[in-house]
T-cell receptor, first 114, second 108 residues
Framework: DAGVIQSPRHEVTEMGQEVTLRCKPI?????LFWYRQTMMRGLELLIY????????DSGMPEDRFSAKMPNASFSTLKIQPSEPRDSAVYFC????????????FGDGTRLSIL | GQSLEQPSEVTAVEGAIVQINCTYQ??????LSWYQQHDGGAPTFLSY????GLEETGRFSSFLSRSDSYGYLLLQELQMKDSASYFC?????????FGKGTRLHILP
């Protein structure tokens, strides 16, 4: 079975540009999570969805960040406009039944904002 | 505030046993998870303790004491491929918090 699929794997862009990260969760998983990982702050939960509905976006750092899940097999995380401090690895994960179940992570998107 | 504490680095010898501790100062959290992450890779799930006590999965075991806000991951018969970062995470129904991770170095 395919795992969580993220694209792109790497993204390098100039500050001020719009960045869109994409995620396809494991089929049948009702929960989807977006994380950001940096050396300084570790792994931070940004937002999560249950059955395509955003449940908690309190981890989203600023209004420049937005996430959508138009259907059960696709989600996006958008940063507009991007800033150098947004440089990080962004992970998408999915699970069958929320936080009490194992989360399956994608390979991540390594984002560099110049 | 809410925080998890785990050592930043641990070094052990191949074939030995190592324990990685995790303590937390959070309220309302009841489950403890462990994830492994190799350099450049994604976190992968290792274990989950929903109840106090010991959970064993092959060479790995995990322990939780909610009254002490403490848990640990025990790795036995260490192999070079176990060199990675290990993250503990505490959860409740609506939230999860990860520790900063422990980097495990294994010497031949």
């Amino acid at each position: 079975d395919a795992g969580v699929i993220q694209s792109p794997r790497h993204e390098v862009t100039e500050m001020g540009q719009e960045v869109t990260l994409r995620c396809k969760p494991i089929s049948g998983h009702d929960y989807l999570f977006w994380y950001r990982q940096t050396m300084m702050r570790g792994l931070e939960l940004l937002i999560y969805f249950n059955n395509n509905v955003p449940i908690d976006d309190s981890g989203m750092p600023e209004d420049r960040f937005s996430a959508k899940m138009p259907n059960a097999s696709f989600s996006t995380l958008k940063i507009q406009p991007s800033e150098p401090r947004d440089s990080a690895v962004y992970f998408c994960a999915s699970s069958a039944q929320g936080f009490n179940q194992p989360q399956h992570f994608g390979d991540g998107t390594r984002l560099s904002i110049l | 505030g809410q925080s998890l504490e785990q050592p930043s680095e641990v070094t052990a010898v191949e074939g030995a046993i190592v324990q990685i501790n995790c303590t937390y100062q959070t309220s309302g959290f009841y489950g403890l998870s462990w994830y492994q992450q190799h350099d450049g890779g994604a976190p992968t799930f290792l274990s989950y303790n929903a109840l106090d006590g010991l959970e064993e999965t092959g060479r790995f075991s995990s322990f939780l004491s909610r009254s002490d806000s403490y848990g640990y991951l025990l790795l036995q018969e260490l192999q070079m491929k176990d060199s990675a970062s290990y993250f503990c995470a505490v959860n409740r129904d609506d939230k999860i918090i990860f520790g900063k991770g422990t980097r495990l170095h294994i010497l031949p």
